[in-house]
C-alpha cells in the first residue's frame, strides 16, 4: 500500500506532467493554449453563457494555428486558488458560482457537431458539466470565488455530476494527511458540515447520498483517464503509467468507508 509521501510524489509529477502537455501562455490581457477537437464546442457554450451576461466564464477570441485565445480573467487560479476556499465564505460562493453557471447553460442548443471532452451522462435535469470544477479552475478574488475556466472537459451530464465532483475536492472527500498536505488545510476540516455548506449553497438539488455519488463520480474520472490514456493522450497517458487508475480507485474505497464523516 502506497504510503501519504508515495501518493504526494506520485500527484506532484502528475502536476509535472500536465503542465508539461498543457503549455499556457499568460499576457496582460489573454490566455493562449493549445486548442483540441472539443475546443470549437468550449468556446460557443463560452458565447453563449456571455450572452446571457455572465462574466465568470472566459471570453474566447478565436483559434489559430491549433492555438486558442481567451480574454485574461484577473485573480488566484491553478495552485495558487486552493487557500481562498478554506472558508465558509469561499466554499459556498464556489457553490453558488457553479449554480449561475448551470442555469444559464440549461437552456444551450449545442451544434450539430459537438465534440465532448468527456462522455456523456445520463441522468436527470442534465445540463453542459464543466467536468473538471476543482478549486485550481476557478479564479479567486479575496475568498470569493469569480469564475470557472479551463473547460476541456465539458459533456452533458446531470447537475450532480459536476457538484459531486466538487464535492471531493472542496470537503474535501479525501483522506487527513492529503487535506492537510495537498489541501494545505489548518486543521483537518468537518467534511460533513462542508459538503452540507456546499449543497445548501448551490441549491435546490434532489435529495442525493453524497458518498454514493463521489464515489461513482471518481469512478467516471478513472475511467476516463484510462481512455484517454489509451488513445495515447497526455498527460493522461503518463498519469495511468504512474498508477492513476489505483490511486482513483483507493480514493473511492476510502470515501465509502467513512460515510460517518457525514454526521
Known amino acids: 500500500m502506497p504510503t501519504v ?3 504526494l510524489e506520485r500527484l506532484e509529477r502528475a502536476a509535472e506532467a500536465n503542465a508539461q502537455h498543457r503549455v499556457v501562455e499568460v499576457g496582460p490581457e489573454v490566455v493562449r493554449r493549445p486548442a483540441g477537437p472539443m475546443t470549437a464546442t468550449v ?3 463560452l458565447r453563449h453563457l456571455r450572452s ?4 465568470c466564464v472566459p471570453e474566447p477570441i478565436g483559434v489559430e494555428d491549433g492555438v486558442e485565445t481567451l480574454r485574461l480573467i484577473d ?3 491553478g495552485g495558487d486558488g486552493w487557500a481562498h476556499q478554506h472558508t465558509d465564505a469561499g466554499l459556498t460562493s464556489a457553490a453558488r458560482l457553479l449554480r449561475t453557471i448551470h442555469d444559464a447553460g440549461a437552456g444551450w442548443t449545442p451544434p450539430d457537431d ?5 462522455p456523456a451522462v445520463a441522468g436527470e435535469d442534465v445540463v453542459p458539466c464543466h467536468g473538471d470544477p476543482g478549486p485550481w479552475n476557478v479564479v479567486w478574488r479575496d475568498q470569493e470565488a469569480v ?3 479551463d473547460w476541456d472537459f465539458l459533456h452533458p451530464g446531470p447537475r450532480l455530476d459536476d457538484v459531486a465532483y466538487a464535492l471531493q475536492w472542496f470537503a474535501p472527500w479525501r483522506t487527513d494527511e492529503m487535506a492537510l498536505e495537498w489541501h494545505h488545510f489548518p486543521r483537518v476540516p468537518d467534511r460533513g458540515a462542508r459538503s452540507r455548506a456546499f449543497v445548501e449553497a448551490y441549491g435546490d438539488l434532489p435529495s442525493f447520498d453524497v458518498v454514493d455519488e463521489v464515489a461513482a463520480r471518481i469512478r467516471r474520472t478513472a475511467d476516463l483517464a484510462r481512455s484517454l490514456a489509451e488513445r495515447g493522450q497526455e498527460p ?13 480507485e483507493r480514493e473511492a474505497v476510502w470515501v465509502e468507508q467513512h460515510r460517518h464523516l457525514l454526521d
Request: charged share 20%; glycine share 12%.
Open 114 to 118: 459537438a465534440v465532448w471532452g468527456a
Open 236 to 248: 493522461q497517458r503518463t498519469w495511468v503509467a504512474d498508477g492513476a487508475l489505483e490511486s482513483y
Open 147 to 149: 469564475a470557472l475556466i
Open 5 to 7: 509521501t508515495d501518493e
Open 52 to 55: 446571457q451576461g455572465l462574466t
Open 75 to 77: 485573480g488566484d487560479s
Open 43 to 45: 468556446h460557443a457554450y
